[in-house]
């Protein structure tokens, strides 16, 4: 794995500490790269602590146990789940054949929740609304 180019960020150090020793029945792999986890052999789920924060998109974004994620499907059954509204900006890799993208966030939820709050996902109602002059989220 590559480290993130903010992965110095102390904020990572929070998350990455309070990291679970496994997600489902997949165990924690160590990794050489700073800010990032692994878990399973072959590896199911990988993280990634010290992104840039992603830009409002027409992307899925759903929110789990209090944090919101932007969802890429483009390599279905594997999920990329990008935080949302929370800085710097983790990512999820998830081999959906092996575990349930939810239950890998719900695992990982008390870890990414570290990261300070900026913004969040709206419905698209909200976003019409946001159009007229108010903060531009997902």
Do not use: F, H
């Not at 692994?38 to 789920?45: D, N």
């Not at 499907?73 to 890799?93: D, I, M, W």
């Amino acid at each position: 794995m590559e480290p993130a180019v903010e992965a110095n960020d102390p904020l990572c150090a929070e998350v990455t500490v309070r990291l679970p020793d496994s997600v489902g029945d997949q165990s924690r792999v160590w990794t050489d790269a700073q800010a990032t986890a692994a878990w399973g052999t072959p590896s199911s789920v990988l993280i990634t602590c010290g992104l840039e924060p992603p830009a409002p998109t027409t992307q899925q974004c759903v929110s789990l146990s209090g944090v919101d994620w932007i969802v890429d499907e483009s390599e279905t059954p594997k999920l990329r789940l990008t935080t949302y509204g929370r800085e710097p900006a983790v990512q999820v890799y998830v081999d959906t054949t092996i575990l349930s993208a939810d239950s890998v966030l719900q695992s990982l939820a008390g870890a990414v929740q570290q990261l300070p709050k900026t913004s969040e996902c709206t419905t698209p109602a909200a976003q019409e609304d946001d159009a007229q002059g108010g903060e531009s989220t997902p």
